[in-house]
């Protein structure tokens, strides 16, 4: 903590590096903020067009800046260190990002919960999915460059890009053409709770939400079907388990 009333250049150098860690923190809320309010005054599709040109714009005037102060170089757009690490250790930093993303949804909850209760945090919980599955879902369809209707074969490759995909064990059974049954063989939450003692957390209700959006976002012509969700009863095999259809014309 900082008792400092003067000004930025009275700070020690912790309390000056502490400050420029607190200024990126400004930025990803004052970045997703934007998000949130051109949603809300324009709604998604409009949002979504606009952050891609915000975006693009954003990442080049910072990382130019950026490498200049902390003394790196740009090669294609990406900071060298990064083209520099192995595949295995890319891999690895792209397996923590997942895992740090899935830590902050869980101190998001608790921080709901703890002060408001199960109900709430549930609450924001399902409503905040119903915002970052269709955001997700299009970052993977510009990621890997999907069309606008890539069918159920979108959706696989889709599935596999997704951030759940490098934390838990997933697995497709196909069923024809029309259809495939996506099913969650290992949930690195619910196998905590567990090895805990506890009984599954009951997911059905974000999970409805989740994947119906997730897959509409990647072709709105695909159907989504649970098949069971905690706290339905599941076998060993799998703690969740979702069909996908592809609607006939």
Not at 17 to 39: C, G, M, P, S, T
Not at 145 to 157: A, E, T, V
Not at 159 to 167: D, E, P, V
Not at 200 to 207: E, F, H, M, N, T
């Amino acid at each position: 903590m900082c008792m400092n009333n003067g000004s930025v250049e009275d700070l020690n150098s912790k309390e000056t590096a502490h400050l420029a860690l607190d200024f990126f923190h400004r930025i990803i809320i004052h970045y997703a903020l934007w998000f949130n309010e051109v949603r809300h005054q324009m709604g998604m599709k409009k949002a979504l067009e606009a952050l891609k040109s915000a975006s693009e714009k954003s990442y080049t005037i910072q990382m130019k800046r950026l490498s200049k102060i902390l003394g790196f170089k740009m090669q294609d757009n990406i900071p060298e260190p990064l083209l520099k690490l192995s595949k295995e250790d890319l891999i690895e930093l792209i397996n923590a990002t997942a895992v740090n993303w899935l830590a902050n949804d869980g101190v998001w909850f608790q921080a709901v919960e703890f002060t408001n209760g199960m109900t709430d945090a549930k609450r924001c919980n399902d409503s905040c999915w119903a915002h970052f599955s269709p955001f997700e879902a299009w970052s993977i369809k510009n990621f890997l460059q999907l069309s606008d209707h890539p069918g159920l074969d979108g959706l696989k490759k889709a599935l596999n890009f997704r951030l759940y995909a490098r934390i838990n064990t997933q697995s497709f059974v196909d069923e024809g053409p029309e259809s495939f049954v996506f099913q969650m063989n290992a949930c690195r939450v619910q196998s905590a709770r567990k090895r805990k003692g506890l009984e599954d957390y009951p997911c059905k209700s974000g999970g409805m939400v989740e994947y119906t959006y997730f897959a509409r976002s990647i072709d709105p012509r695909i159907v989504t079907e649970c098949i069971g969700c905690p706290p339905d009863p599941h076998p060993e095999q799998w703690y969740c388990a979702w069909r996908f259809k592809l609607k006939k014309e």
